[in-house]
Structure formats: structure tokens, C-alpha cells
């Protein structure tokens, strides 16, 4: 009894030991440490040793980083700590402080003197538990958006304590320990140099040479060594080799994340690992309806900076679950989501209805990162989304200071692409006016010219920059250190020339000069037409011989003096006769047939895409009768008698019969 007494007192003593310890070093206005003889100091924490303090180190016992029912899984960004710690005793443990508790003391510290507040408060520090502080000190120093510590946390003697504490004991502290404060001083930019990250890089190399640690342990390492000692660390090399040995079933969802934001890390040495990561794309098949939305976010980054195009059943199977998640997606994760989608061409009309009930939701709130993305969506797919379009309008007229000279580009390049005018259109073209001639010179020449022709596609003329555009100066920037200015440039800057002669007679200033203009806007790599689909064009040729009597009626893909080219054309005399495509003379009217099929159109829809909205105005107002033949009409058609019938009334409207 009198054993037990004792032992009792000195674990009171070595407590009340640690307690004035503490209150020295809060209270001692110097440095509270002497200096360490040749050992290079950090410059955020000398390399000082204490006076003397007595905190015992408790090794937490080695578990999974799972719940006990398996569902309640730890991402890698917060602190992940054994939930079973041997205290020595009763007598170090403080009373009415249980675990749990500490971790939701923890978790509602809402700055870094809260958190060093809390722990001056306990009588001793678990290794776990001077972890999981470190770790929440770098969370919400993180929601401040600076990871560097500031000057008043450096200086605090909680502080100070604690990083001695884990430094002077990183050989004894628990697994979960090391790696949450190796990770966490990773994240907080500390230098790689300090004696104190120093000794816990050096401890994670000793056990990953030696074996045994956990699957998430050696992520968790991984990912810090990357930020530590870049992708080419040596000891990675080695936890790749372990974690490849390892079965993919027992890897829970943020491990099998983490797998690919290392092996995105190290991209170049892909081809080494390409069997290792099919095999994590077959097998992440499986996971992808427990993943959260930032888990499903990473992981389709990751994907995407792999250039796992060969994976697209992980895409859809992500895209499938995204749907879901749209409201709970931050709207970084979304922006990232959307490029993810963009970049491997996926399209989920369910994705698509979700996305436009988020956008619109959230309008005038809109980071112009996703506004960007979320247009680049619509238009990669030619999806016409009024919703969305509305809403992204609306967050431009309010906030267009922030958006960037390709973030302004990028919408109004779909409108253009897209020929959609919002409701707001004067208000947003106003506003992108005066945009243009605030900044016009934060806008590259390619992008300004972008910019201008899309304008032009929906009948909203740039009149007031025309002249700058065709002036030697800009034809000079657009060129840049080339020695010739690119083909898709020439032809939009042709086709704002002709507009500015067709639908702005007004416009009286600079011509663009004759060696700027293409002969025509049809080509192969940059067209401003989409080339005819001949499978419209078999269907309609047939019917046109059964209507004129012969094939030299009628003649097709008819480059004309105006950079156009015409699916058809069909020449008439004054009297109406039709004559054969051979011949110039007495022509009096020329008909062009635009047979236009699903891809000159929005998807899913009968709306014109800008391209050919534009054709079509140009061929009107050059003298053509424009008939327009769309793919939508033509597959209501029965049969050949009903096609002839159909052509008919297309072409010759006002007749009741046709002659030849």
C-alpha cells in the first residue's frame, strides 16, 4: 500500500512538473531555450533546447483509420488519431477529459491561440494528442488563406513546447503521431531544413526501410515527402514498391484518392506504374458511391492530369454519382469537376439539370472560375442552357472586374458559338464594352479577336473596334514573332470585314487590306462552316434528281466569290426556268440549299449554332435565297414520293409545277 501511495505522488509530482513547466515558458518574456551547439536552427523555431519539463510520451495503440462501424472514414486532410491510448495511470489522465472530448475541444478551436489555450490546460500531452493540435493549428490557419504561421503563434511557449516535444521524442512517438505531424508540418511550408522536420523525416524513412506501417500511414508519408523533397524522393520509390504489394480491397476511399494524387505527382514516371494504376481504375469502380464530394473531386483530377483516357467507365460512373454531390461540391471542386468532364468529353443530361439548379441558385455569387468552366461545359457539348447562361450573364454585368481577359473570352465565346442573347444582353454588352476599353490592353491580340467575332456571331457588332483591329498596328500583335498570322485568325478577321460591309453600312472607317483575307472559310483544322454531312446529302440528292429530271440541275459545294460555300445551289432564269449549274449566263436568282444536319445545331434542340446563323444572314443580304433544309424535316420523310413533295415546296413554294 505504501508502494502504491508512492508511485501515486511522484506521477502527481511529474504532473505538477509539466503544469510549471508550462507556466514558466508562458511566463518567461526571453527565449525560454538555450541553444544547441552546432545543429543548424530553423528560422520560424530555433533548434533550442528546453529547460528541463517533465510530459511523458503515451503510445497510442496502432489501428486502422476506420470507424468501428466502417462508415465514419477519416479524409487525409483532417487529423487521424488511434482512439486507444495507454495514459500510465489514472493520475494522467485529467479528469472528466475523456478522448472524445478532446477531440471536439479540438475541433471548435476556431484559431491557434484557441488551440494552444486548450492544451496549456492539460496536465499531459499524448503524442496524439500534440499531433492532432499541430494539425488543427494548420486548419484553420489554412481558412485564412495562408499556411504560414504567423509571428504570435512562433513565439507562444505552448507552441514552442510542443514542437520540441515532437522533435526531441520523434523515434517514440506512435505511428498515427509521426505521420499526422510530419503531414501537418508539410502543409504549413516549414522548412524541410529545421532540425525539427529533420528528425521526423528521418524517423519515417527508418520505418518505411524497416516495413509494417499501415496503408494510410505510407499515403500519408508519401504525399508529405512529395511536398517535403519533391517527387523524385527515394524513400517514395520505396513506399510505392510497399504499396503496390498491398490488396486494394483493404484500402479504404481516401486511401485509394491518395494513391492517385501521388502517382499524379509523379507523372513522369507513369509508364513504370501504368499496370498498378489500371488496376486502381478497375478497382476504384467499386468505391466511387462512397467517395465525398472532395474525394470525387481529387480523384477526377487526378484523372485528368493522368490522362486516363482509357478509364472513361470510372468517368461516367463518377459523373453518374456527381449529380448528387453538385450542391455539396465547394464551388473550387466544381470548377475542377467541370474541367475534369471537359477534358475526357463526358455529357450526363442528369449532371447537365443538376448543374443548371446549382448555377442558377447561386447567381451573382458565381466564382468566375466556374462560370468559365461551367460555359466551356455547355459549349464543348453544345449544350444550350438557358438557365445557366442566364445566371453566368447576370454574375458577369455584377462582378466583371474580376473576371480575366480568358475567363471573359471563354463566355462570350459561347454565346457566340452557341447564338444565344440573354435577357440582359444590352446590360452585358454595355458592361463588356466598357471592360474592353478600360483594360483592352490586359487582352491579348488572339484573344480580343475571339472576343470581337463571337460579338458578331448574335448581331452584337463591334463597331467601335473595327478599326483597330484591321490597322497594321494589330495585324502586327496578331502576328507576334511568327512570320505569319495563323489561318483561323485571318478567316474571322474576313469574316468581320464582310460583316462590317453587310450589316454595318454605317461604318465608314479602316478596310481590312486584301493579303488579310482567305478565300474561303471552309477548311479542314479551323473552319467558320461546318462541311456537309453526306449522309443528308445522299438522302436530299436523290430527291432533287427525281424532282429537276437530271443531276446537272443542280450542283453542290459551291465555293462562292464570298469566302461561303453552299451545300447546294440551284440557278433560275427570269422566267424561273432552272438551269444547269454550267451555266453563268442570265442567271437571275441562285438558290442555296443549307442542308443542315444535328451538328450545326444546339444539342437536342432546332436552334442554329452563331456559325450558321451568321451564314445564313450573309447569303440573304448577298442576294441568295437561303433555303434551309434540316435534317429533323428530311427524317419525317416516308418515302421518295413524299421527299420530292417535301423539296417542292421548299424550292419552289409559289409554283405549282416546276419546269426544266
Request: glycine letters at 4%; a neutral charge; proline letters at 6%.
Amino acid at each position: 500500500m505504501a508502494l502504491i501511495t508512492l508511485r501515486r505522488n511522484l506521477c502527481h509530482l511529474a504532473d505538477f512538473r509539466t503544469q510549471g513547466a508550462l507556466a514558466a515558458l508562458k511566463s518567461r518574456p526571453g527565449n525560454p531555450f538555450h541553444e544547441v551547439g552546432k545543429e543548424r536552427s530553423c528560422p520560424w523555431l530555433p533548434s533550442l533546447q528546453p529547460e528541463p519539463f517533465r510530459v511523458r510520451i503515451h503510445h497510442a495503440c496502432c489501428q486502422k483509420f476506420h470507424s468501428e462501424n466502417g462508415n465514419a472514414l477519416h479524409p487525409l486532410g483532417e487529423p487521424v488519431l488511434s482512439r486507444a491510448h495507454d495514459w500510465h495511470g489514472p493520475e494522467q489522465n485529467p479528469k472528466g477529459l475523456d478522448e472524445p472530448m478532446f477531440y471536439r475541444r479540438l475541433k471548435d478551436s476556431a484559431s491557434s491561440e484557441e488551440v494552444l489555450h486548450f492544451l496549456s490546460t492539460l496536465q499531459t500531452w499524448p503524442d496524439t494528442v500534440a499531433a492532432g493540435a499541430l494539425q488543427r493549428i494548420w486548419e484553420v490557419e489554412k481558412k485564412d488563406g495562408d499556411q504560414k504561421l504567423p509571428k504570435e503563434t512562433l513565439e507562444n511557449g505552448v507552441f514552442r513546447a510542443l514542437c520540441v516535444r515532437l522533435e526531441q521524442d520523434s523515434s517514440k512517438l506512435s505511428e498515427p503521431a509521426l505521420v499526422t505531424a510530419l503531414q501537418a508540418l508539410s502543409l504549413l511550408n516549414v522548412d524541410p531544413q529545421s532540425s525539427l522536420l529533420r528528425n521526423l523525416v528521418a524517423e519515417s524513412q527508418h520505418r518505411v526501410k524497416r516495413g509494417g506501417l499501415q496503408v494510410h500511414s505510407l499515403c500519408v508519408l508519401g504525399e508529405s515527402l512529395i511536398r517535403l523533397q519533391g517527387p523524385g524522393c527515394e524513400t517514395l520509390e520505396l513506399i510505392m514498391c510497399q504499396l503496390q504489394e498491398e490488396e486494394l480491397e483493404t484500402l479504404a476511399p481516401e486511401d485509394i484518392v491518395a494513391l492517385y494524387r501521388i502517382l499524379q505527382a509523379r507523372s513522369e514516371k507513369l509508364d513504370r506504374h501504368q499496370a498498378f494504376l489500371n488496376k486502381i481504375n478497375h478497382f476504384s469502380l467499386s468505391v466511387v458511391s462512397g467517395l465525398s464530394p472532395t474525394l470525387m473531386s481529387e480523384m477526377l483530377t487526378a484523372l485528368m492530369a493522368l490522362d486516363q483516357t482509357q478509364a472513361l467507365p470510372l468517368v461516367i460512373k463518377l459523373g453518374k454519382y456527381a449529380v448528387r454531390h453538385i450542391p455539396r461540391f465547394t464551388q473550387e471542386e466544381l470548377a475542377k469537376v467541370l474541367e475534369a468532364f471537359i477534358y475526357f468529353g463526358h455529357n450526363d443530361r442528369f449532371f447537365t439539370a443538376a448543374l443548371e439548379q446549382h448555377v442558377a441558385s447561386l447567381c451573382l455569387t458565381l466564382d468566375p472560375e466556374v462560370v468559365s468552366r461551367a460555359v466551356e461545359y455547355c459549349s464543348k457539348k453544345r449544350i444550350l442552357s438557358k438557365p445557366i447562361f442566364d445566371a453566368v450573364a447576370e454574375t458577369f454585368v455584377g462582378h466583371a472586374d474580376k473576371f480575366s481577359p480568358h475567363q471573359v473570352s471563354e463566355l462570350i465565346e459561347t454565346f457566340g458559338k452557341l447564338n444565344y442573347l440573354p435577357p440582359n444582353a444590352s446590360a452585358l454588352f454595355r458592361k463588356l464594352e466598357n471592360l474592353l476599353l478600360t483594360h483592352l490592353d490586359y487582352f491579348p491580340p488572339k484573344t480580343l479577336l475571339k472576343i470581337l467575332h463571337s460579338c458578331s456571331l448574335i448581331e452584337c457588332h463591334p463597331v467601335n473596334f473595327m478599326a483597330k483591329i484591321f490597322s497594321p498596328h494589330f495585324l502586327q500583335q496578331l502576328q507576334g514573332e511568327e512570320s505569319y498570322v495563323d489561318r483561323l485568325s485571318l478567316a474571322q478577321l474576313t469574316q468581320l470585314f464582310l460583316t462590317s460591309v453587310l450589316e454595318c453600312p454605317f461604318y465608314k472607317g479602316r478596310k481590312l487590306l486584301p493579303k488579310y483575307q482567305v478565300r474561303s472559310f471552309l477548311t479542314p483544322c479551323c473552319s467558320l462552316e461546318t462541311p456537309l454531312d453526306f449522309q443528308l446529302y445522299r438522302s436530299v440528292r436523290i430527291g432533287l434528281i427525281d424532282l429537276l429530271g437530271a443531276r446537272m440541275y443542280f450542283a453542290s459545294k459551291v465555293l462562292t466569290p464570298y469566302c461561303y460555300t453552299l451545300d447546294v445551289e440551284i440557278k433560275l432564269d427570269e422566267e424561273g426556268l432552272v438551269l444547269p449549274f454550267t451555266i453563268d449566263e442570265d442567271v437571275h436568282k441562285r438558290l442555296a440549299l443549307c442542308l443542315d444536319d444535328p451538328k450545326r445545331f444546339s444539342l437536342n434542340s432546332k436552334h442554329l449554332l452563331g456559325k450558321e446563323a451568321i451564314k445564313h444572314r450573309h447569303l440573304r443580304l448577298l442576294g441568295y435565297q437561303v433555303v434551309q433544309i434540316p435534317y429533323y424535316e428530311v427524317e419525317m420523310l416516308k418515302s421518295r414520293v413524299e421527299l420530292v413533295e417535301y423539296l417542292q415546296r421548299k424550292l419552289f413554294p409559289h409554283n405549282v409545277g416546276v419546269r426544266w
